[in-house]
Nanobody, 123 residues
Framework: VQLVESGGGLVQPGGSLRLSCTASGFSDDDYAIGWFRQAPGKERERVSCFALTDSSTYYADSVKGRFTISGDKSKNTVYLQMNSLKPEDTAVYYC?????????????????WGKGTLVTVSS
């Protein structure tokens, strides 16, 4: 399984970015894709998860109402639309995939990781 991320960059506070993660190598669509992030000097935290089977979603409290996760089964791609970005959202964002949606939500035993994309929110 391979995960390819795109969409990071520099944005001013209050701005928006959209991250994409495309998965390849899964034999069916019974898996979940999520986004985790790690800021300098901090532990990695889960941000959002999306189940390709039934479109279930999960959001961390810190991003609820600002971030929206969605998926396109035909493209094996999940998107993270990030609005109203804050400086504290600055981090490396990692795409993660797992056969179990619950693993993504719990942030445990993730099977596959992308290389990460840097999001910087600064004026």
């Amino acid at each position: 399984v391979q995960l390819v991320e795109s969409g990071g960059g520099l944005v001013q506070p209050g701005g928006s970015l959209r991250l994409s993660c495309t998965a390849s190598g899964f034999s069916d669509d019974d898996y979940a894709i999520g986004w985790f992030r790690q800021a300098p000097g901090k532990e990695r935290e889960r941000v959002s998860c999306f189940a390709l089977t039934d479109s279930s979603t999960y959001y961390a409290d810190s991003v609820k109402g600002r971030f929206t996760i969605s998926g396109d089964k035909s493209k094996n791609t999940v998107y993270l639309q990030m609005n109203s970005l804050k400086p504290e959202d600055t981090a490396v964002y990692y795409c993660a995939a797992d056969n179990l949606y619950a693993d993504c939500v719990l942030g445990m035993d993730i099977n596959y990781w992308g290389k990460g994309t840097l999001v910087t929110v600064s004026s």
